[in-house]
């Protein structure tokens, strides 16, 4: 039997025109294959620098009538940064093996205006479309590194700028934006886990549409978890319901693949979770240039990047989840007062893997499991170490 596998000779000029034409087209492909996960945040198009995002705290209120006074209560707009990255793809590949995959072995039956214009869009759309599906995969756990080659290095994900925020003291226990889970969550505790970070978020969230961002495994299993917990709940009523039971349907599952195996979540308002993009500029490219006879070359380059608009408790609730290796291990608080012969024992997370010392014991002095004890009226630096983690405690001892 005859061997139907289409061998076209690339025309050059028919992939340029392609990549002419649907340029703009392609470039937007990526942002597009992202749905799945940016439908849970909001996108900020436009952006080729670093965007500056505010939010407004204020304390203004109403008061007894008393001709000109003025209340005690301020107003602050506090920043964060949207951090933008300019990002390539030089991207080899040949027709033919492309063809074969997306058009099947009988290929060579279209016509041949079909498979030189259609093939070349067919082709160049698959590959942007890849590019998107690895940025949806990278959102949560990307770590910029300017000398990388893969997604993962172009930007910083959200797992990686809450366990900067958390090492900058942004986010905390005593912020109330952090939630430290010491058990792991099993099919038996998920649906008290869950309702139970509910039932602890900052009442003004608890206001809002919110989103829980997790690894898609919470899901399934609050789900399991559910059926086992409502055994008379009609299984196609209420089984494999998105909203956490407890919240009003306020707060929504976001399963996002990323975040498998990080024991990172996150509970947020679509507003606070942001993504930027261009797809507006001319200084995004998309051309395609012939390598060899064979081969051709897809050079394309966008801006992206990620980001909160805010770690305030009243838009943000980290969670980290016992057995989880993104968030970095933490200790609070960080400044301890105690009278001599007094003693104090640290918060830390996780509870194993740490060393301490003290930069004065003359002062105060630490044990292996973190508790503290004065020794004399002074101050002492308690150095607490997890790995690569290292965290520093100021002790002030006072007379006893």
């Not at 939010?55 to 107003?75: C, I, K, L, M, N």
């Not at 139970?196 to 969230?205: A, I, P, V």
Request: proline share 4%.
């Amino acid at each position: 039997m005859a061997n139907h596998l289409i061998n076209v000779t690339p025309d050059e000029q028919a992939w340029k025109k392609a990549a002419e034409k649907w340029g703009r087209v392609f470039l937007k492909m990526p942002v597009l294959a992202m749905g799945d996960a940016t439908k849970f945040m909001t996108g900020l198009p436009g952006c080729r620098t670093n965007q500056h995002l505010g939010t407004v705290e204020s304390e203004a209120q109403f008061y007894p009538y008393v001709a000109d006074q003025r209340g005690d209560g301020s107003t602050a707009i506090n920043f964060e940064t949207l951090e933008i990255y300019f990002g390539s793809m030089i991207h080899d590949f040949v027709p033919n093996d492309y063809i074969q995959t997306l058009l099947g072995e009988h290929a060579d039956k279209l016509g041949m205006g079909q498979s030189k214009s259609e093939m070349a869009k067919l082709v160049l759309g698959s590959i942007m479309e890849s590019a998107g599906e690895k940025l949806a995969l990278a959102i949560p756990v990307a770590k910029r590194n300017a000398s990388g080659n893969t997604t993962l290095d172009l930007f910083n994900g959200f797992a990686t700028l809450i366990a900067s925020a958390i090492t900058e003291g942004k986010v905390s226990v005593a912020n109330g934006n952090l939630v430290q889970l010491t058990d792991a969550i099993t099919v038996n505790n998920v649906v008290d886990v869950i309702k139970n970070l509910e039932y602890g978020l900052d009442t003004r969230l608890r206001r809002q549409e919110r989103f829980l961002f997790c690894d898609p495994a919470i899901v399934d299993l609050y789900n399991e978890g559910y059926l086992l917990t409502h055994p008379a709940v009609p299984y196609n009523e209420k089984f494999e319901q998105n909203y956490v039971e407890g919240s009003n349907r306020k707060m929504t599952f976001a399963p996002l693949d990323g975040l498998a195996g990080t024991g990172v979540m996150f509970i947020a308002p679509k507003k606070n979770v942001i993504y930027g993009y261009d797809g507006v500029s001319d200084e995004e490219k998309f051309e395609v240039l012939r390598l060899n006879a064979d081969t051709f070359t897809v050079n394309a380059k966008m801006f992206f990047g990620v980001g909160f608009r805010t770690y305030d408790k009243r838009f943000l609730k980290v969670v980290s989840v016992a057995g989880g290796s993104a968030i970095q291990p933490n200790i609070e608080p960080r400044e301890v007062t105690l009278a001599a012969n007094a003693t104090y024992d640290l918060n830390v997370f996780p509870s194993t893997g740490w060393t301490f010392s003290s930069s004065a014991t003359g002062k105060a002095t630490v044990n292996s499991s973190g508790k503290i004890t004065g020794v004399a009226a002074g101050t002492a630096k308690i150095t607490c170490t997890n790995g690569t983690t290292q965290i520093v405690v100021k002790v002030t001892v006072t007379a006893s």
